[in-house]
């Protein structure tokens, strides 16, 4: 298992070493990227020689956050940190461990670095990242304050999310006295999406399945239905909070075919249940509220797995 580290501990430990890889998890959001270029921006502040690993799956949205921190001088980057990133399932193609250093926030981490700084009671990696990066250089520029609010933003839908909480909107609050565009980030970030994104959002509204007497709701995204709505993985970023916003709804589903025989499933809830725990039969996890797993089946046969699994978990449902 790992050898745990507090925020201060893990700025000494990245002052005492160099070389840095960034590693974000695979289909990255926001969270993963954003918190991982502010801890790349501040090592290199730090006299450390850092950048980001180039995920091939960032989507356009994202892309500008990252891009000046993903090349480098040309010399090996050799000490791999992954941040954001709770199991070594989630390594992006191209990476393979050992990783001396995992910096997360995800309760269900399997423990699979050397080191691992968890602030599991956080919502957002990007609140830790701001405390390493305090402990770190002692400051946090502009630049890394707006990377920061669009780690923070992102795992929180804009703080609409039920993982928000005091300690998420104090460090928003510090991160815009230290100069983070929050209007500016908001309307790119929430405010604005393709005529593609709205078609699909039309379709998953239209096609919303009802179970347990509209306890769980669950949207089924298909290739069929990418392609009807002309939508690419630009236009798939934060689905999965849309079925949660039925009346009634305890537990929601969405339930994206990302290849054929593959789909990947998001869960979210309402207090009182742990949808990590309903994730965790087949192999995922992730949060109390929030979590995730990949099966290896078509959408109509992943939920009736995970409709299985809510029924060994909740029964009273």
């Known amino acids: 298992m790992s050898r745990m580290l507090t925020a201060s501990e893990c700025a000494a430990w990245l002052l005492a070493h160099d070389d840095y890889l960034i590693i974000s998890h695979r289909r990255p959001d926001g969270d993963t990227l954003g918190s991982g270029a502010a801890l790349c921006s501040a090592l290199r502040r730090a006299g450390r020689r850092a950048r980001c690993f180039d995920n091939p799956e960032t989507i ?23 941040v954001d990133v709770a199991s070594e399932g989630l390594f992006p193609d191209g990476v393979t461990g050992p990783v001396p250093l995992a910096i997360d926030h995800h309760p269900s981490n399997s423990g699979f670095a050397e080191n691992l700084c968890l602030a599991a009671g ?82 998953m509204l239209s096609n919303m399945r009802f179970c347990r007497g509209g306890k769980v709701t669950a949207n089924l995204v298909t290739l069929k239905m990418l392609a009807e709505c002309g939508a690419s993985e630009d236009d798939c970023d934060d689905l999965a909070g849309l079925a949660g916003k039925a009346e009634g709804c305890m537990i929601s589903l969405t339930i994206r075919e990302v290849a054929e025989g593959e ?49 060994e978990k909740y029964p009273e449902l």
């Open 60 to 82: 356009s949205l994202h892309r500008p956050f990252v891009e000046p921190y993903v090349s480098g001088d040309g010399g090996a980057y050799e000490t791999l940190v992954t």
């Open 122 to 203: 956080y919502s957002s990696c990007g609140e830790l990242v701001l405390e390493i990066i305090r402990a770190l250089c002692g400051s946090v520029t502009k630049e890394e304050a707006n990377l920061l609010y669009f780690a923070v933003t992102t795992d929180t839908g804009c703080f609409q999310y039920m993982n928000t909480d005091a300690h998420t909107l104090r460090s928003a609050a510090e991160l815009i006295d230290c100069g983070a565009e929050s209007g500016k980030l908001t309307f790119m970030l929430f405010r604005t999406m393709s005529r593609a994104r709205m078609a699909l959002e039309g379709a």
């Open 263 to 311: 789909s990947k499933v998001s869960a979210r809830c309402k207090p009182g249940i742990n949808v990590s725990d309903i994730c965790a039969v087949y192999g995922g996890g992730g949060h109390a509220m929030a979590a995730g797993v990949t099966l290896k089946c078509p959408p109509e046969e992943a939920l009736e797995k995970m409709l299985r699994a809510i029924d």
